[in-house]
Every structure is written in structure tokens, then in C-alpha cells.
């Protein structure tokens, strides 16, 4: 297995960036064609549980037009193995408070779709928290 090709982690890049400037932005339509519509399609949120694509879609659509807590990405950590599946981790600050956050992301490239998240899950730290090397 090729782990880190070029190629994936660039189609990975793409997928992730896209993600961020649409939540960023609330745009519910670009993140609902990002994430795999399909009952096994998961997101662990901060405050949620949503177990397949009905329940995220239920989710960002009662959140629709109330905005989105705005953030800064600390770092971002990217691994493709062989074409067919990279792994996303973010850290990320919240603008407003200050709180440290994590986002981890698995993406698939799906016939006929492209790439698409197919399990997400997002935590955040108690202020104050470090972020260690």
C-alpha cells in the first residue's frame, strides 16, 4: 500500500478545505454534497450524536442561517492510504473564546461522487488547554 500519495492527499486537501470555508460560511448545501449520504455516514459533534446522513442533514438544516462559531486552523495533518481512503485531523481555535478544538475526518472516493466525508467527529478541549509536540 502507497501511503501518502501525492495525488490523495491533494484531492484529500481539496475536500477539507471546501468542507471548512462552506461551515465557515453555513453554506449547508456544499456541506451536505461533501459528506456521504448514506445511513452508515456518522458525525460525532461537540454536543451531538448523529448516527447516519438523515440525522446530519437534520442537524446543519435547524442550523441553517444561525452562523457558525468562527475558527482559525492550527494545524492540519493529512495521511492518504493507498487511493481509496485518507484520514483529516485539524486543530483549531475558536475566534471568539479561545477554546482549542479537533476535528478528525474520513474520506473515501465513492463511484460516481468523488470524494466524500464518510465519518467525522469534532471535540474540544477546556480552555487553556496546550497543544504539545
Known amino acids: 500500500m502507497d501511503v501518502d500519495d501525492p495525488d ?3 484531492e484529500a ?3 477539507l478545505d471546501r468542507y471548512e470555508a462552506a461551515l465557515i460560511a453555513n453554506d449547508v448545501a456544499v456541506l451536505d454534497q461533501l459528506c456521504w449520504d448514506d445511513p452508515r455516514g456518522v458525525r460525532f459533534g461537540v454536543g451531538e450524536i448523529l ?5 446530519i442533514q437534520c442537524f446543519r438544516q435547524s442550523r441553517a442561517g444561525t452562523g457558525y462559531p468562527q475558527r482559525e486552523r492550527l494545524e492540519t495533518l493529512i495521511t492518504a492510504f493507498g487511493r481509496d481512503l485518507a484520514v483529516t485531523n485539524i486543530v483549531f481555535r475558536r475566534l471568539a473564546d479561545g477554546t482549542i478544538g479537533r476535528e478528525t475526518k474520513i474520506l473515501a472516493p465513492l463511484p460516481g461522487l ?3 466525508i464518510v465519518s467525522a467527529h469534532v471535540s474540544l478541549t477546556p480552555p487553556g488547554t496546550a497543544i504539545e509536540r
Open 8 to 10: 490523495t492527499l491533494a
Open 114 to 116: 468523488g470524494w466524500r
Open 13 to 15: 486537501r481539496t475536500v
Open 51 to 55: 448516527p447516519d446522513a438523515d440525522a
